[in-house]
C-alpha cells in the first residue's frame, strides 16, 4: 500500500503559475509510475499528467501541453505537477495517483489502484 498526500494548490489568478506536491509513503515508491489528474464541478475526471517510475518518459494531455510540467525526486517520494500559464478552465481539484503501470496513470485502461485525497486548484480570471 502507497499512501499520497497532495499539497501546493490554492487561487491563482489567470497567467500565474502553482507547484502541486504529492507526497508519498513507503519504501517502494520507486516500484511506481505516478499521474496528476483533475476533476472541474460536474465534469468527467480528466487526464492531466504521468511520469515513469525512473522519472524517463512523461506524457501530458494535449490542454495543458506545454504549460505544464511533472517531475518526481525519488529520493523524496514526491512527484511535482508545475502548472504555467494557468488558464480558468484549469480550475478543477487536482488528484495524484500511483499504479504499478504506467498505462493506468495515463488513463489510457481502466483506473490506478492508488490516489490522493485532491487538492484544489483555482485560476481567476
Known amino acids: 500500500q502507497v499512501q499520497l498526500v497532495e499539497s501546493g494548490g490554492g487561487l491563482v489568478q489567470a497567467g500565474g503559475s502553482l507547484r502541486l506536491s504529492c507526497a508519498a509513503s513507503?519504501?517502494?515508491?520507486?516500484?511506481?509510475?505516478m499521474g496528476w489528474f483533475r476533476q472541474a464541478p460536474g465534469k468527467e475526471r480528466e487526464f492531466v499528467a504521468a511520469?515513469?517510475?525512473?522519472?524517463?518518459?512523461?506524457y501530458y494531455a494535449d490542454s495543458v501541453k506545454g504549460r505544464f510540467t511533472i517531475s518526481r525526486d525519488n529520493a523524496k517520494n514526491t512527484v511535482y505537477l508545475q502548472m504555467n500559464s494557468l488558464k480558468p478552465e484549469d480550475t478543477a481539484v487536482y488528484y495524484c495517483?500511483?499504479?504499478?503501470?504506467?498505462?493506468?496513470?495515463?488513463?489510457?485502461?481502466?483506473?490506478?489502484?492508488?490516489w490522493g485525497q485532491g487538492t484544489q486548484v483555482t485560476v481567476s480570471s
Open positions: 495517483a500511483a499504479d504499478t503501470s504506467l498505462i493506468r496513470v495515463r488513463g489510457v485502461v481502466a483506473s490506478a489502484d492508488y
Open positions: 513507503g519504501r517502494t515508491f520507486s516500484s511506481y509510475a
Open positions: 511520469i515513469s517510475r525512473s522519472g524517463g518518459t512523461t
